[in-house]
């Protein structure tokens, strides 16, 4: 597996080594041990988790309070934007985001830590996105800042407004969200 570091160094891009010929590919789509030593991370992942979703419909911006949750998040069918905001007061990235195309067919990965809210929006027909999480899904604990923030000014590529979720249309803009002191 190849590790590549984001403008955000916390958030990295995992590749992993595909094997491929005419009858199909091959890859390990997480090995702990690999995982650890080429990210320094011993982590224990307890939670996975699969969505499928449409085109032009955006999930997040999502962060556990407590329970933080660190996700290693990729797509086996279709496209999506996938974004990381740092929500980190005291970080010397508070507030920045990055973004990357995850898809079935560049098999990338993307490591987002706990401390950070999470979202994406599909680009193909559908999409399906699995990730693996360190922590428990804990609605109480869950916050959403809202897609379209001003200042995060997050471009998502999309030329029209994106399908929303209820709760993520009560997304709050970020100088109102509760975040990590």
Known sequence: MKIISTAIPDVLIIEPKVFGDDRGFFFESF?????????GLDLDFVQDNHSRSARNV?????????????KLVRVVAGAVF?????VRRRSATFGQWVGMELSAENKRMLWIPPGFAHGFVVRSEYAEFLYK?????????????????????????????????GKDQQGCALRDAEVFE
């Open 58 to 70: 955006l999930r997040g911006l999502h962060y556990q309070i407590k329970q933080p949750q660190g």
């Open 133 to 165: 999480t360190t922590d428990y899904w804990a609605p109480e604990h869950e916050r959403c800042i809202i897609w379209n923030d001003e200042q995060l000014a997050i471009d998502w590529g999309i030329s029209e407004n994106p399908s929303l979720s």
């Open 31 to 39: 090995n702990a041990r690999q995982f650890a030593e080429g990210t």
């Open 82 to 86: 996938d974004v990381a905001v740092d």
